[in-house]
């Protein structure tokens, strides 16, 4: 092998080491997703096939390094569309890939072994990457409604390499039974120009994407509240503040409830964390099976929770408050033969002209819930600045009453 080959084949060796311990790593240390073992075996393979070009003058024969050096080939391919597919949950691609790309083997060794023909024995490989790769690019662009900038990326480098492998690969059939001289040396220069740099360049793309799915995972688990699944307050101020900035320049409705269960600490006192946490998990999902899709409902507090409605008016708002004092009133926590009875708490605000942020809202919604607690629990209450209940229950402007 000449030198200048042996140097580019040993760094192309030593990078798929490296990306396969990478995503070793990744497997083991956040979450041992699927996708991260796949592509780290699939890597390790790419090692093996690389190590088996370093090696090939140590073989018996050249029939047995070229049929080991495409089966480290195909199972490379293999696993990195496979990881893809686990990645992105695919269903349209079979579970088992082994039948179909032993096929593709089986088509290879007969060209190597029975009827020899370098242009086919050499081109099935690139050409079965070319296909894997681009549905791998596909896959990642499908996978979700608005597809991240390091997916983008991915899958763009991951087209670009599939075109430079079908261009390999109709150079390498161009060879036909006996090889071309001509053919050989233009087939060499390309792939040597071509493969290196995609195989680094797509390697470091699949990095930087598992990079952002956990980046994505820590961002998630920085706004959401580990217990109930819902919002934080951190979250719920973050997308809150959106729906507040729309609203204020359509000049649309927005409403604030908020609530939280009547004697939380007595419910934790009596019968220990465990059932306070079930009372916390079960009065969260009361109110989120409740919501539209929306509304916002986070965990603000203790046993404190916000829902935010846009394009809700102070009416519906209300409507919707009194519904869930109902509901909660009349579905006991499923922790004692009886069954525990919990109660709730409600107080409502709507964005008004003086609103200068959502705190504004939740700050007079929160004075409601407390006025509501003060008046005996088990009620909702509302900012007495536009509306008030009159003496019949229903709603009539303040100045009015």
């Known amino acids: 092998m000449e030198t200048g080959f042996f140097y580019i084949i040993f760094s192309l060796m030593v990078v798929s080491a490296a990306v396969s311990l990478i ?13 991260a073992l796949t592509w780290s075996l699939a890597f390790l393979a790419g090692t093996c096939r690389w190590l088996t070009l370093l090696g090939s003058d140590y073989f018996p024969s050249l029939e047995a390094y070229l049929l080991t050096e495409n089966a480290f080939s ?11 597919c686990q990645r992105t949950h695919c269903t349209r691609l079979p579970s088992n890939l082994l039948p179909y790309v032993s096929a593709i083997y089986a088509f290879i060794a007969w060209h190597v072994l029975v009827s020899p023909h370098i242009g086919i024995r050499l081109s099935v490989a690139p050409a079965y ?30 087209g670009v390499f599939a075109l430079t492998q079908a261009v390999c690969a109709g150079l390498a059939f161009m060879h036909g039974p006996t090889g071309d001289e001509s053919i050989r040396a233009a087939y060499l220069h390309f792939s040597f120009l071509t493969l290196p740099p995609g195989y680094v360049t797509v390697s470091m793309l699949i990095v930087l994407m598992m990079a952002s799915d956990l980046a994505a995972v820590l961002r998630k688990a920085a706004i959401q509240d580990q217990l109930t699944g819902l919002l934080n307050r951190r979250g719920f101020n973050e997308y809150g503040g959106r729906l507040f900035s729309a609203a204020r320049r359509a000049g649309s409705a927005l409403s604030v409830i908020m609530t939280d ?3 939380f600490k007595f419910i934790n006192d009596k019968y220990g964390h ?37 394009g809700t008016d102070l009416r519906d708002a209300m409507a919707m408050a009194d519904q869930l004092c109902t509901k909660i009133g009349a579905t006991p926590l499923d922790m004692t033969s009886n069954g525990l009875p919990m109660t709730s708490s409600f107080g409502v605000a709507a964005i008004s002209k003086d609103d200068k942020a959502l705190e504004d809202i939740v700050l007079r919604a929160d004075r409601a ?12 209450d509302l900012e007495s600045s536009q509306l008030v209940r009159a003496s019949d229950g229903t709603l009539v402007p303040a100045r009015s009453k």
């Not at 195909?74 to 496979?82: D, E, K």
């Not at 296909?131 to 608005?146: N, P, Q």
């Open 369 to 380: 819930l407390y006025r509501s607690k003060r008046a005996g629990r088990n009620q909702v």
């Open 129 to 158: 990457s070319a296909i894997t790769l681009l549905v791998s690019a596909f896959m990642i662009v499908s996978y979700r409604k608005k597809t991240r900038p390091a997916e983008w990326a991915a899958a763009s480098g991951i």
């Open 261 to 263: 269960i009547d004697q």
């Open 74 to 84: 195909l199972t490379l391919i293999t696993l990195a569309l496979r990881g893809h």
């Open 23 to 35: 995503f070793f790593l990744a497997w083991k240390n956040f979450g041992k997703k699927p996708h």
């Open 274 to 310: 465990a059932v306070g946490d079930a009372a916390l998990a079960h009065f969260s999902k009361l109110i989120a099976d409740t919501r539209r899709r929306e509304d916002i409902v986070a965990r603000v507090g203790g046993e404190e929770f916000a829902i935010l409605l846009p």
